[in-house]
């Protein structure tokens, strides 16, 4: 008697796909990458939105602290798997160092939306700042891949 299972097959392209985000090599790395900004940057447009009323540059501060604390750690152990050579605090310092350009970055950006225009909606705004995090993420990619990189795993004893 066969026992009815919970997963069904995945298809071939789905088996092809988690390979290549599982992987290594800088393309794996980058769709982990991808995928840990995404996910955090939908959690800030919730922080965003929801503090609002509290004024937008408040709602980026806090918003951009939470998530990239979040974020940080996440490219720790799961973006460039160094939860075992490279510790919370040291993460958070290289990562922090680098969201401190991305928050002052977003903040000039709103400070310039609010002086050109007579928006207080919280969509374009946060638009304006996904599109600065988008360039800051990019940035901030090449600079956790190549410039913090430490021994690759294999080398570590």
Request: proline fraction near 3%; aromatic fraction near 8%.
């Amino acid at each position: 008697m066969s026992h009815p299972t919970l997963c069904r097959p995945r298809g071939e392209w789905v088996e092809a796909a988690l390979t290549r985000v599982r992987g290594d090599d800088t393309l794996g790395q980058f769709s982990r990458f991808v995928l840990v900004g995404g996910s955090t940057s939908a959690l800030y447009a919730l922080i965003f939105v929801l503090l609002h009323d509290v004024g937008e540059q408040p709602a980026n501060w806090i918003g951009s602290v939470i998530t990239s604390v979040m974020a940080n750690e996440m490219h720790r152990r799961l973006t460039f798997r160094a939860g075992q050579r490279v510790s919370f605090l040291t993460a958070q310092v290289e990562g922090g160092a680098l969201s401190i350009a991305g928050l002052v970055s977003t903040s000039v950006a709103l400070a310039w939306l609010t002086a050109v225009s007579d928006t207080d909606d919280p969509y374009v705004q946060f638009g304006l700042v996904a599109l600065v995090t988008a360039t800051i993420g990019t940035l901030r990619f090449i600079a956790l891949r190549w410039l913090f990189r430490g021994r690759p795993a294999d080398q570590v004893s």
